[in-house]
């Protein structure tokens, strides 16, 4: 079985560019999360689809991240335009049950 | 609002030597609680999680924690590290209300050959 896979690994973009993260969660998974872990912080959660729709997005910094996730399947996540605080990296995680799987995460870098 | 704290953010340990990484978290219901570890180039990987039932739970590769309700704690232990064990840590919790994790700040193991 595949597991949670992200896309790129690595992404370095110039302040005010746009950079679209995407996740492919664990197949048959209907839940699906977004973290973040800026650096020497904690993982913070961004948001929470079930299916196509959101659960929760209270951790959504700002209007300039967008979630979808179109079909239930594969979510993006949109950056527009990056700061330089949006650097991080990005953890997307999938559940059926109580258990979270995690993807590798995409570091983003913004200079 | 939930938070998680781990005391301890750098250990580095001889091979054989014990672990004990501390645990915190303030939340005044019903939560379940994890560890994650994250091996270097890898993904983030449970290591053990705590539901109900006995406060002591076994995890893979020799780990253990244990719940203590009355401390809000749920700190990771294994007897003996080993090289491989080199890692960072990251203690989460979730409330059975809820699905996001809140995440500690992560303990980073070096252990030394």
């Known amino acids: 079985e595949a597991g949670v896979t992200q896309f790129p690994s690595h992404s370095v973009i110039e302040k005010g560019q746009t950079v679209t993260l995407r996740c492919d969660p664990i197949s048959g998974h209907d839940n699906l999360y977004w973290y973040r872990r800026v650096m020497g912080k904690e993982i913070k959660f961004l948001l929470h689809?079930?299916?196509?729709?959101?659960?929760?997005e209270s951790g959504m910094p700002n209007n300039r991240f967008l979630a979808e996730r179109t079909g239930g399947t594969y979510s993006t996540l949109k950056v527009q335009p990056a700061e330089l605080e949006d650097s991080g990296v990005y953890f997307c995680?999938?559940?059926?049950?109580?258990?979270?799987?995690f993807g590798p995460g995409t570091r983003l870098t913004v200079t | 609002a939930q938070s998680v704290s781990q005391h301890n953010h750098h250990v580095i340990l001889s091979e054989a030597a014990s672990l004990e990484l501390g645990c915190n978290y303030s939340y005044g219901g019903t939560v379940n609680l994890f560890w994650y570890v994250q091996y270097p180039g890898q993904h983030l990987q449970l290591l053990l999680k705590?539901?109900?039932?006995?406060?002591l739970v076994k995890g893979i590769k020799g780990f253990e924690a244990e719940f203590i309700k009355s401390k809000f704690s749920f700190n990771l232990r294994k007897p003996s590290v080993q090289w491989s064990d080199t890692a960072e840590y990251f203690c989460?919790?979730?409330?059975?209300?809820?699905?996001?994790?809140?995440f500690g700040t992560g303990t980073s193991l070096t252990v030394i050959p």
């Open positions: 989460a919790v979730n409330s059975n209300t809820g699905n996001q994790f809140y």
């Open positions: 705590y539901f109900s039932g006995d406060p």
């Open positions: 689809f079930v299916k196509e729709s959101k659960q929760d």
């Open positions: 995680a999938s559940s059926q049950g109580d258990e979270q799987y």
